[in-house]
Structures are given as structure tokens and as C-alpha cells.
């Protein structure tokens, strides 16, 4: 008998990756990992590194992430194999490159609904620095920004999320625009189509930078 | 203490009373330059507390701010000779996000800081081509660039401008350090001096670079 499979996931993708396993009828043990990790890449290397050393029973460990700010390199398992998308980060793996625009700010509808979102901290620096300063707080952190786009994965009902994210996106200044994406990667991560979308980690082997800019997709 | 009192005051990121404090200090006959040199003694710790993962980036963010505020209260601009830690250095610092990367946080962040601590920075944005940046490295003095990326996407062309700049016999003229989401691989990769260093060390780095052009443009 094989040895099971484990997922180790971003909880910012608890619904997509649930959305995966109700689809195909799997099930398999995930270990989910706090989002705000995303935030301080060496943390989630770490948090990354010690959950892939827990298991020792020789199964496939799927990473339902991405290389997250480079987060993801080194790591590897001494007993399991090891599978990663291979994208830079989520939005790039939910939109195909010709619908990711540069001054676009992401938001799935998951990370939307967050306390992490970013029209919620705006709220916690006006409480802190009075509202001037944290208006100059936020034109430095979206200076470049111009349209707040919700990425529709699928797995939601878009609709329910509009009115928040028009409200976010004018309590940040920038323009709502909505767009389609689809959690086509994390099926095949989950359901075994691993094709050139994936690094394949074998045990004893770790993520190099060699893997890396040999073919991340542009 | 007034100095202490600042010093406080711009750590705990209180711009109403370091500003309130100034004009205190202000009429008790204190220097503006002592002056701002108490406040960078704030802003350093910030740096301190920031490494250490104690402060988040709004903190900096607003501890740039609250410095430029005070830079402003006591009629100063970054450039003020004044407040230059190096006047007579010949080493030119610039500082850019590599082509394909707006996001300049990072950057920001760090140029605010050392000009707070009176080094002069070029600043020459963002998603900077590496011909653009090449072209603004100066032939004559000793240069220290300073790239930063967020996306794993900025490190070929970070690549590139290291590259470009070897095709320019600019290479032994510059040195590079690369921030933001990068690591030792990247620095081999993209083949830079230096990588990820944390705000004091780049400032201590910088300040060393200068030190020794100074020393070697004496003898």
C-alpha cells in the first residue's frame, strides 16, 4: 500500500484547495499554514522546512503554494517527494500571464475577506497614527498602484464580494475592476497531473536557485 | 532630559510631540543640526527595532515621514549641506527597483533612512531598465548601486544590469547590493557584492565604502 499523501497549504487557499478535494472526491491530511507567514519569507522557509521534517513516512508532500518571495527554496525531504507549483506567487498561478497587469493590486476573495486585507490595516493605522498618517502610510505602500482587482477563482459566488471590494477599493483610491481565474494548478497538483507547471523535488534533493531560473514562466 | 524626550518621541513614533518637543528645543537655544542628530538617534532605533522584527513597515514608513517632517520644521532639505555625514565623499549612491518590479517599499524605505542619517542617495525609481541604470552610474567617482526586488521575475534582469555594466568596464566602478526577496543564490546568480542586508548593516556598509574612496583619493 502506498503511503498517504500530504498536503502542506497556504490557509489563503483553505477554500480553493477544499473546492480541489470536493471536486474529485479526495481527501487527503493537510497541515495548513498560517497566511500572515507570506509576509516575512524567512519565517515560512522555516515553518515550511520544520512541517516537510515531520513527515517521515515516505509519501508524496504536495506544497500548495508557490515560491512565495523565494520562501520555498532549499527546501526539500530526505524521505518524500516533493511537488510545488511552479509560479512566483498565488496570483500567478490563478491568472494566466496575459491577465496579470502591472499596477494592479490582487486580492482573491478569501484574502478580500481577511483581517489581513489591506483596506482593513489602513483602518488599524488611522487608529494608530490619526488619519493623515495613515493616508501618507498608504500612498507609499500603493504608490504605484492604480486598480484594486478581485481575483475570481471559481470557488466562490463573485457576487456576494462586490460591494466589499468596491468599498475597499475606494477606501484605498484606486480603481474596482473584477477578473476570472481558475484553480486549474492546484488540481493538478492535488490530483497527480503534474506536468511542466511543477517542480518535482525528489527525496535527498532541495529547491535550487538553478531550478528556479531554468523555468519559472515569465 | 530634551534629548532623551525626542529621541523617545520619534521611537514611539509620536509626531506631534517630536514636532512639539523641536519648537521646546528650539527656544531653550538648541543647534537645529544637534538637532537632527538627536532625531536620528530615534530613527536608528526604529531601524534597530524594525531588524529585529519588533516594528512592521507602516513604522518605518512613518518614522521617514516624521523625519521629514522635522527636516521640514527646522527649514532643512535632504540635501542641506548641513546634514550631509559625508561632504566631501566622491562615492555616489543610487538606489532603483530592477525592470519588471514597481514595487519600491523597500527602497523607499531605505533611501528615506539614509538620508535621515545624512548620506546622499539617488534615487532612480522604478522598474528601471538596466541601460537606464547603467547610464546613470558616474565613470568618475566610486559608485554604490543598491537594487531591490520583490519578484522573483526582477532577478534576470537584475542579472542583466550587473552584466551590462561588466560590458561598460563599469563593474570594478561599482558596487552592488541587491535587496528585498533576495538571498545568498540570488547574489551568485545575478552576481552582486552583497544581498539582504538589514538597514543598519547597508548603512554601515555604505559609510565603510565611502570611508575607504575617501582615504584613497587623500593619499
Known amino acids: ?218 | 532630559m530634551m534629548e532623551e524626550a525626542i529621541i523617545e518621541a520619534v521611537f514611539t513614533l509620536n509626531d506631534e510631540e517630536v514636532i512639539r518637543l523641536l519648537h521646546a528645543a528650539l527656544e531653550q537655544g538648541y543647534d537645529p543640526i544637534e538637532l537632527i542628530q538627536i532625531v536620528q538617534q530615534g530613527v536608528v532605533k526604529v531601524g534597530e527595532y524594525y531588524d529585529k522584527g519588533e516594528y512592521f513597515i507602516a513604522d518605518l514608513i512613518m518614522s521617514g515621514n516624521i523625519f521629514n517632517q522635522v527636516m521640514k520644521v527646522l527649514h532643512f532639505d535632504n540635501d542641506s549641506e548641513q546634514v550631509i555625514a559625508y561632504p566631501d565623499s566622491t562615492t555616489k549612491i543610487l538606489f532603483a527597483t530592477a525592470r519588471s518590479d514597481i514595487h519600491d517599499i523597500g527602497k523607499n524605505i531605505n533611501v528615506n533612512y539614509l538620508r535621515a542619517r545624512g548620506l546622499v542617495i539617488t534615487d532612480l525609481g522604478v522598474d528601471c531598465a538596466p541601460e537606464n541604470v547603467a547610464d546613470a552610474i558616474d565613470p568618475d567617482a566610486h559608485n554604490i548601486l543598491c537594487l531591490s526586488c520583490l519578484l522573483t521575475t526582477a532577478h534576470g534582469p537584475m542579472k542583466e544590469t550587473v552584466e551590462l555594466l561588466c560590458e561598460r568596464g563599469l563593474r570594478e566602478k561599482t558596487t552592488v547590493i541587491i535587496g528585498g526577496q533576495v538571498s545568498e543564490e540570488v547574489k551568485s546568480y545575478v552576481g552582486a557584492d552583497y544581498s539582504g542586508l538589514d538597514m543598519n548593516t547597508l548603512y554601515d556598509t555604505c559609510t565603510s565604502i565611502i570611508e575607504i574612496h575617501l582615504s584613497e583619493n587623500k593619499k
Not at chain 1, 26 to 35: G, N
Not at chain 1, 156 to 178: C, M, P, R, V, W
Not at chain 1, 208 to 216: A, G, L, P, S
Open chain 1, 1 to 218: 500500500m502506498k503511503p498517504p499523501v500530504t498536503v502542506i497549504a497556504c490557509q489563503m487557499l483553505r477554500d480553493e484547495i477544499n473546492h480541489v478535494f470536493a471536486k474529485h472526491g479526495l481527501s487527503f491530511s493537510v497541515v495548513w499554514l498560517e497566511s500572515t507567514l507570506h509576509d516575512v519569507p524567512e519565517k515560512l522557509h522555516q515553518k515550511v522546512k520544520e512541517e516537510v521534517s515531520r513527515i517521515t513516512g515516505g509519501g508524496d508532500i504536495l506544497l500548495a503554494m508557490t515560491l512565495c518571495g523565494n520562501a520555498l527554496l532549499g527546501i526539500g525531504s530526505r524521505t518524500s517527494r516533493l511537488v510545488l507549483p511552479k509560479f512566483d506567487d498565488c496570483i500567478n498561478m490563478f491568472l494566466a500571464p496575459d491577465k496579470i497587469e502591472t499596477g494592479s493590486y490582487y486580492h482573491t476573495l478569501s484574502w478580500l475577506a481577511s483581517p489581513e486585507a489591506l483596506h482593513k490595516q489602513k483602518d488599524k493605522y488611522v487608529e494608530q497614527y490619526g488619519a493623515e498618517n495613515a493616508e501618507a502610510i498608504m500612498e507609499t505602500l500603493l504608490a504605484h498602484y492604480r486598480n484594486f482587482v478581485l481575483l475570481d477563482t471559481g470557488v466562490h459566488e463573485l457576487l456576494d464580494y462586490i460591494d466589499d471590494g468596491q468599498s475597499a477599493a475606494s477606501k484605498l483610491g484606486l480603481e474596482f475592476k473584477t477578473v476570472k481565474g481558475n484553480t486549474a494548478v492546484l488540481e493538478g497538483l492535488i490530483t497527480g497531473e503534474w506536468n511542466e507547471d511543477f517542480y518535482i523535488i525528489e527525496p535527498g534533493k532541495c529547491l535550487t536557485m538553478n531550478d528556479v531560473k531554468r523555468t519559472v514562466p515569465g
